[in-house]
């Protein structure tokens, strides 16, 4: 049995890396997935690809740092399929700078996508799953949030943010069904971690430092996403789950 059949499942970022994963493993566990990307050419290319293999997606361009976008999103989910169940706040920007270098510039890009994108989806979510009386939400945040590394202040502190806006969501949407829990991925063999790795010495020091030794693969992000968006977390809310390669228990 597959564990989304027909369920509406939104994932922010969904054309490419991590998100890429989450839509094809999403459709192929029955769910009507829409991938929302500023990726014109990879969210249908992608959303072509899953139809192709006989399963669902469409896609939906949004730029989820501005609140417009985030509302004409959930809209689209309810003109398609009249209901959202799960919403995957899953697109973020990285950029690695020292506390030197760090431009205000950089604090307000990363700022504007992966906080304020991550509230004004959950918070358009929220209002259709407040209705529907069920809804799940799934953030995605970083083991960045919980140990420091160089380079990451600005990043580190919005995936920090990430989960205390798990915390807060999944307290106020509770007695409405909503569950709100988050992921916390390791260094994960995408675009994103190649830019936060340039230099090839710091690759191997991290690859060293994972005791499992080697990097998460997009896929391996995948069972966890599966959990929080089916009914068998029906009763967790508020919750982390690391996914790491055993990083952050040493
Ligand atoms: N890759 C890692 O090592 C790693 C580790 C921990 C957490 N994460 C988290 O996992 C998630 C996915 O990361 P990834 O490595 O797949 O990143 P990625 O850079 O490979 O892909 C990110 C996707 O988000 C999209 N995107 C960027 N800005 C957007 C915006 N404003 N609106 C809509 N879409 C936008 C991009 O077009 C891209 O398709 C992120 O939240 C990231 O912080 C990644």
């Known amino acids: ?15 490419q890396g991590i998100g890429e994963a989450y839509s094809i493993g999403m459709a192929k566990e029955g769910a009507r997935v829409i991938i929302a990307d500023l990726h014109e050419e990879f969210g249908l290319k992608l959303a072509e690809k899953i139809n192709n293999e006989g399963n669902y997606a469409i896609f939906f361009k949004t730029d989820v740092s501005k609140k417009k976008d985030a509302y004409s999103l959930i809209d689209k989910a309810l003109s398609e399929y009249d209901r959202v169940d799960v919403l995957i706040n899953n697109a973020a920007i990285l950029k690695s700078a020292t506390i030197e270098e760090t431009t205000e510039e950089m604090w307000d890009m990363q700022l504007a996508v992966n906080v304020k994108g991550v509230f ?3 918070q358009a979510a929220a209002k259709a799953m407040v209705k529907q ?12 949030a919980v140990g420091a590394q160089p380079g990451l202040c600005v990043y580190s ?10 915390k807060v969501f999944a307290l106020e949407l509770c007695s409405s069904n909503i569950q709100v829990n988050a992921i916390l ?3 994960t063999d995408t675009g994103m971690a190649k830019q936060a790795m340039i230099d090839p010495k710091w690759t191997k020091q991290v690859i060293k430092s994972i005791p499992m030794g080697r990097l998460g693969k997009p896929n391996d992000l995948l069972g966890a996403v599966i959990y929080f968006a089916s009914d068998d977390s029906n009763y967790c809310t508020g919750q982390t789950l690391i996914v790491d390669g055993g990083v952050s228990m040493i």
Request: charged share 15%; hydrophobic share 40%; proline share 2%.
């Open 1 to 15: 049995m597959r564990r989304l059949e027909g369920k509406v499942v939104i994932v922010t970022g969904g054309a």
């Open 157 to 166: 502190s919005t995936k920090g943010a990430v989960l205390t806006m798990t």
């Open 120 to 122: 004004f989806c959950s």
């Open 133 to 144: 009386k069920s809804g799940k939400i799934i953030n995605i945040s970083s083991i960045a």
């Open 185 to 187: 991925p390791g260094t």
